[in-house]
């Protein structure tokens, strides 16, 4: 059996690096979109699951706890389908080679 070539793995390995490297940024330019109460909120999640923005009908600010309810709703829809969106895209760029969920955790963007 053959042992592996060290200068093919280092090499290997960095270009997974600059692949995580390209995946950071693709992330930073993602936006995930979340909603509840039939949009009265709405939320956006960068791929990177940092809130960027969040819109609530003025019609509804009069009920606190349904606000309240409502926003945890849409945060957590949006940031879920952040996660979605940043799985694919890790996916992409480690071409099967990684597990994603792993790369996610690596990353502070896993549960």
């Known amino acids: 059996m053959a042992m592996p070539n060290f200068g093919d793995m280092m090499k290997q390995i960095q270009q997974a690096g600059e692949k995580m490297q ?4 693709q992330l930073e330019k993602l936006v995930a979109h979340g909603e509840a109460g039939g949009g009265m909120v709405k939320a956006s999640v960068s791929g990177k ?12 600010l009069d009920d606190v706890e349904m606000v309240q309810d409502l926003v945890l709703a849409a945060v957590n ?15 992409k ?3 099967g080679m990684m597990n994603p969920a792993d790369l996610l955790k690596n990353l502070n963007l896993g549960k």
């Open 77 to 91: 829809n949006a940031l879920e389908e952040s996660g979605k969106l940043a799985q694919e895209e890790i996916s």
């Open 22 to 25: 390209d995946v950071q940024k």
């Open 93 to 95: 760029a480690a071409g």
């Open 49 to 60: 699951q940092k809130l960027l923005t969040l819109s609530i009908d003025p019609e509804i």
